[in-house]
Every structure is written in structure tokens, then in C-alpha cells.
């Protein structure tokens, strides 16, 4: 009766110890590339097909506290914040109240005869024409939208809107204001009531200097040869608005293998690439990077705040996903989050790593 027992037992140790190995090579991977890039803490998730196999925090949160960073610990996401504003629009879309195509100033007051022909659409994807930020922002100040929109309304476009593509923060400003606009709340309420909480996303908020934020950490950067504090910002910017963690941020993913935020033909027109006046296409949707890796679909997007840096990578046609949150500016997330996934999927492992 044992004999025939034993190489089952043995088959599960083998594939425990095969996985515990994996975990193990994963960790060394991270720390020697933290230590490479000067990072001092960073949360690692890693998702396959909406479901968590490794969420793990390396590091320090706090260096001056000797706090370790945990998967529970928060950090700002940057412009990873612009796909919930991405989405926040496409609930509008959903319910009607709002078409891409639809010129902003039909939402917005006082917009200049050059702007007459931008579309939210031109906003979601970088090309509208409109100057990257707004010369009115004030890092060190609390400033409304428009406020902040209209600095740039004198100013001429970059070009014509549609000709190309150019990365612009002001645009998502500008798709704030119209959430706000159209929903009559503040866009962060809208986003919180019809997506975080939906999700049990509990951490996931608007970032913010005064308020208390459990297991928050701290933010640096690398200079001059020695780790320093980063500097903290009064402004609250849409198009990097946010602060998560890794746990949330599953939550998120696996919610878009799902109908449960946006039906599928309204989610899936947020992975399509923009179309160009002259018919060509660029590799960006709404509030999502769009690309691949030897031939594998690659949906991501980065994000940059001071003292922070953050990937969200999803390979789908792996249903792979790499999250990292990082504190500190001068990390890489992104090249972190490609090495991770090749010790998930062989095919994933850059060329030059081979």
C-alpha cells in the first residue's frame, strides 16, 4: 500500500521544492538588481490570470525608521494613475454621457478657438497637440483643475490635433475636469465609488501631504553617491494622482479579466492603438502603453512621482502580470518587471539576457 503511495509524495515535494527554488531565484534577482539601482524598498506582485502566486516586499519603506517594505506597504504610482482616469471616462462612455469623439469644449468653459478641434479621444491617447504640462502648475501648491488647464490655453498646440503622438499630462487634467464635470462630483469621489470600492481596492486613494496614510512609505533618490529624501509635493496631479499598493493593485488586474468595472467592448477599446491623422497607428491606448516582447502582446504602463517609481506589465497573452512599486526615483521598474517574467515564462526572458 505505501509503495504505491511514495512517488506521488515524492512527485508533490519535487514540485514544492521546484516552486520554493523559483521563489528563491526571484528574490536574489530583485535584491541584486535593488542594490544595482540604489533602491531602498520595493513591493513585488506577481499575477497569473487575475490570481496572486508571489506578492513580497524587499527592503526598507522607511530607511531613517528602519521600517521593511511589505506587500501591504503604499507607495505613489505616477502615471499609472492615468488608466483609472482612462477609465473613469469610459464609464461615461458606457452610460452615454459621454462620446470619444465629443470636442472638450463642450465640457470645459473658455477653451481657446485652437482647441476647437481636440476630442476626449485625442486626450486619452497623447494627441491632442496640447503642451505636455501646464506652465501655471506649482508643485509646492494646492491648485484647482482648471486652474492649472488654463495656464495652458494661451499657448500654442504642438500640432495639429490627431498628426501625432506626444506624451501630455495636461490632457489628463483635462479628463479629470470632465469626469468631474459631467458625473457633478469630484473626479476622485467618482473613481472611488465606481471603482475602488467596487473592487475592496481599501488603500487605493488620491495622494496627499497632511492626511495620515498607514504604511505609507518614504520617497528618495540617489545623488551625488549617497541616498537622500525626496522632496514631497502639496500638489495633487490626475494624471499621477494615486497611491496603492501591490495587494490593491491585484485586485485591479484581476478585475479586468472581468465585466464587473466596464463591459468588454467598452474595456477593450482601451488596448487599441491610436490612430494618426495620415492613418497611421501608435502604440498607446487609453492610459495603457501598448507593445510586445519576443512576440508576446505586452499591455503596461510606468509611472514617475518624486522619490518613486512603479510598473504595472500585464503579458496577456500569458495572462502574466508584474507589478512593482518601488521608492525611489532612480529605480527601474520596468526593466525589473521583464526580468521577473522570464522566470515565469521562458519566452519572456529578453534577448539580451539570454
Partial sequence: MYSKRVPFFALVVSLLVAVAVKADTVDDYVKAQMQQQHTPGLSLAVVKAGRVIKAEGYGLANVELNVPARPETIYKIGSVSKQ??????????????VSLDDKISKFLEGTPDTWKEITVRHLLTHTSGIIREAPGFHPFKVQENMEVIRTAYPLPLRFTPGEKWEYCNVGYFTLAEIIHKVS??????????????????????TTSVPDIIPNRAAGYGWQNGRLQNAGDLLAMRPSGAFVSNILDLAKWEAALYTDKILKPHVREQMWVRA??????TYPYGFGWELAELNGHRLVRHGGTLAGFRAEFARFTDDKLTIIILTNCVDAKPKELALGV??????????PKAR
Avoid at 483609472?84 to 454621457?97: N, P, W, Y
Avoid at 517574467?341 to 529578453?350: E, I, K, N, Q, R
Fill in 184 to 205: 457633478g462630483k469630484p473626479w476622485e469621489d467618482y473613481l472611488s465609488e465606481r471603482v475602488f470600492k467596487q473592487l475592496a481596492m481599501s488603500v487605493t486613494r
Fill in 275 to 280: 490612430t494618426l491623422n495620415n492613418g497611421n
Fill in 84 to 97: 483609472f482616469i482612462a477609465t473613469g471616462i469610459m464609464l461615461l462612455v458606457e452610460e452615454g454621457k
Fill in 341 to 350: 517574467a522570464g522566470f515565469y515564462v521562458s519566452d519572456l526572458v529578453p
